[in-house]
């Protein structure tokens, strides 16, 4: 009599790539978006008014994650029906943010120092006060963790262990931003923001603490 065959073994990269299918066509999309979407905003309003191009690009990737969202309503429902702010992760993550901060100020500035880059004030793009609270601290905050943690991450954690699920969503969050002086550091804040949600079970702790990062960048960085 033969022996019945064993499951065919799977490595965590071959899951992610065969399993988490979603994932992938979300980051993609987001990708997408931002590239085609920078460049039409660009050739509409030049490279000197970066206001409507950052008002242009906020609204297209919120149309986009309102898309996703009600595709992937029934993965995502879960994670906004529980606020999380109670649960003990919530307040290590927000006081995890201090020394992430700190590290964000003295990385930054070490780069600039060393590679003698021009600073920007992002505050300078906006014609009113209110547009740096809502495009560069709210909209992010939301629509962001929506895409990275709700949909992207939760499809990964379908396909692999919780912590691998997190660092690889974390690096596409970071991979989203083209950034490659900040990418690593974007990593780590997607890492504390991806283990708030899966520590929680919500997102709002998640949205909470990528609010109150942004917005102590804007103001006091």
Known sequence: MLPASLPAYEDTETKLRTKAGPAWTVFFTYLTVIVAGSFTAVAIWGMDDWEPVMLFLDFALLVTTIIFLIRFWGDVRPLL????????ATWIGLAALAPLLALNFGYHRLLIEMLAIETEDYLDYFSSDWGPLIFICILPAIVEEIGFRGIIQGQFEKAVQPWTAIVVASLAFSAA???VLSAPYLALVGV???????KTGSLYPSMVAHFAHNYVVITYF
């Open 192 to 198: 504390l923001l991806g283990w708030m949600k899966w």
């Open 81 to 88: 029906a529980r606020t999380g702010l109670l649960h003990p």
């Open 177 to 179: 931003h083209f950034s």
